[in-house]
């Protein structure tokens, strides 16, 4: 009778490594205190450990020299790296891959019981296997020799012909480490944005003409391009805040920290997303290169997609949402911040403290932005001053730079309004916006028509915020001042036409209906 040979598998642990993060893209999300909607942090704190973590496989497998030989443990470490999430180790024990050419076939290669009497692989002094030349491969420290009496894990690989298994990782439910976070990542409510509460630009970064005091102090000075920055995003702002019961000046504040004034590639278009909240808004999304924190402060760059919004108001809206709704399970989270619980805005901004930032200096750097920029105003109801011909005057700071009629030699079909660049424009007057276009002389421009039949255009913006079909309220934000097409300088053109025609026969002098 044939020798018996038992190979038993080696204590082997598979490590899982971080994915190599591509290099932090500044100009990406550019947010400064809080990334939202991170299905890895939990809201308890509990970190989520990115570091190498470890799955121990210790099984005591009965192999005949012709299954390792045909590859069958490679099949098994295959299957074994597919139940990790981010397992990337494809290794093979050398001791077992170094005998493709072993042709001896034990006589009972799969059955389980047999193998219950190794009398000589126990003593692990003592390996007689060497003494046969054919089989040099033969491990000669058999450190724990188990008895391999788990009949399940030879029929496994006795099947290559079945390598996609995909069930078989309910079975390994050893890892140590991945299991815990796995286990921590499903309380986190995936139906939900959540905060993950993480630094990572300093403030003077963030807001131009920051400055620090040794003693931890912070002030800021008013800065033009914060400036128009708050003009674009204001009255959406005061929109949302009044329906929603929410401090626009504090909506205002956060926007300025987490967008770095708009300039973040995240908050310009075509994503609009102020806030960075991740997930999707009506099906979009953008992915850029992000940080979190992987517990203590230590931070990984990872991708994550974020919502894509049409505008700014989409983007305060879905913000007020999650103030209001809060999280699954907890839907008063954010309740400390709405106006109906708070006696003014410092009280909102010192709620958030800790909540919604881990920035224990996150409310005086807000209450400094609002008190800079006098963003208290936009907590007040605005009033749309509508004359008696029912028209709103489309800019506020603004000078007449030219009037209507002829100028020159040539004829002049509007009323140019100088003011300076990225000043909001706002609907005249109620009705569907007819065109949303660039026009070589124009530049980008946008033609209203109002339920009397009448035509109003706004020509030479930098932006337009809103498209062909759109119904717009008499002040609502349609875009904002530029230079664009043929123009000289920061103004905007305004024409009123009698029809939809714009035909200079049915033009009228603006100011007839402004002044």
């Known amino acids: 009778m044939g020798k018996r040979k038992y190979y038993q598998k080696t204590l082997r642990t598979i490590y899982r ?17 809080t990334l939202i909607g991170s299905a890895s942090i939990l809201l308890s704190g509990a970190p989520l450990s990115f570091a190498a973590e470890e799955a121990t496989v210790n ?27 981010a397992a990337t180790s494809t290794e093979t024990d050398s001791e077992e891959t170094e005998k493709p050419n072993e042709p001896e076939k034990p006589t009972n290669p799969v059955n389980p019981e047999k193998p219950t009497e190794p009398e000589k692989p126990v003593d692990p002094n003592k390996p ?33 012909t079945q390598p996609s298994k995909p069930t078989q990782p309910s079975q390994p439910v050893t890892p140590t480490a991945p299991e815990k976070a796995a286990s921590s990542a499903p309380v986190v409510q995936a139906a939900q944005p959540i905060v993950s509460q ?49 401090y626009a000046s504090v ?60 505008n700014y108001e989409e983007s305060f809206d879905d913000y007020a949402k999650l103030m209001k709704e809060g999280l699954t399970g907890n839907t008063t989270f954010y309740s400390g911040a709405w106006k109906s619980n708070t006696e003014n805005y410092e009280d909102a901004t010192r709620f958030l403290t800790g909540k919604y930032a881990t920035d224990t200096t996150y409310n005086q750097k807000l209450n400094g932005l609002i008190e800079t920029y006098d963003l208290t105003e936009y907590d007040k109801e605005r009033t749309v001053e509508v004359n008696k011909q029912g028209f709103v005057v489309p800019v506020r700071d603004y000078m007449i730079s030219s009037p209507f009629g002829i100028r020159g030699a040539e004829f002049h079909r509007g009323l140019d309004m100088a ?15 007819n065109i ?15 339920e009397d039949g009448m035509a109003t255009l706004y020509a030479h913006q930098s932006q337009y915020v809103v498209k062909a079909g759109d119904q717009v309220e008499q002040g609502q934000i349609i875009g904002y001042v530029g230079s664009t097409g043929n123009s000289t300088g920061s103004h905007l053109h305004f024409e009123v036409c009698l029809d939809g025609s714009l035909s200079q026969a049915q033009l009228i002098d603006p100011t007839t209906v402004l002044f």
């Open 17 to 33: 490594s971080k994915h190599t993060q591509p290099v932090f893209v500044r100009n990406g999300v550019k947010g400064a205190t």
């Open 59 to 85: 099984e005591a497998i009965e192999l005949t020299a012709e299954e390792t030989s045909s590859g069958v443990m490679k099949e098994t470490d295959k299957e074994q790296s597919e139940t990790g999430d």
């Open 128 to 160: 007689e296997k060497p003494t046969d030349p054919e089989k040099p491969t033969e491990p000669t420290e058999p450190e724990k020799p188990v008895k391999p009496t788990d009949p399940v894990t030879p029929e496994q690989p006795a099947k290559p």
């Open 198 to 246: 993480v630094e990572t630009q300093p403030v003077t970064e963030l807001v131009p003409e920051t400055t620090v005091a040794s003693d931890g102090s912070i002030h800021f000075e008013k800065d033009e391009s914060v400036e128009t920055f708050i003009k674009k995003i204001g009255e959406p702002a005061r929109k949302i805040g009044q329906k929603e019961d929410l």
């Open 251 to 310: 909506m205002i504040a956060q926007a300025i920290l987490e967008s770095a004034s708009g300039t973040s590639q995240l908050a310009q278009a075509p994503n609009y997303n102020l806030f960075g909240i991740k997930g999707s808004y009506k099906g979009k999304s953008a992915t850029f290169n992000t940080q979190e924190d992987t517990g203590g402060g230590n931070m990984t760059t990872i991708q994550a997609s974020f919502r894509a919004y049409e």
């Open 419 to 433: 003011a300076v660049q990225g000043e909001p424009i706002y609907a005249s007057k109620a009705g569907t916006v």
């Open 436 to 450: 949303a276009e660039y026009h070589y002389s124009w530049g980008n421009y946008v033609v209203i028509e109002h």
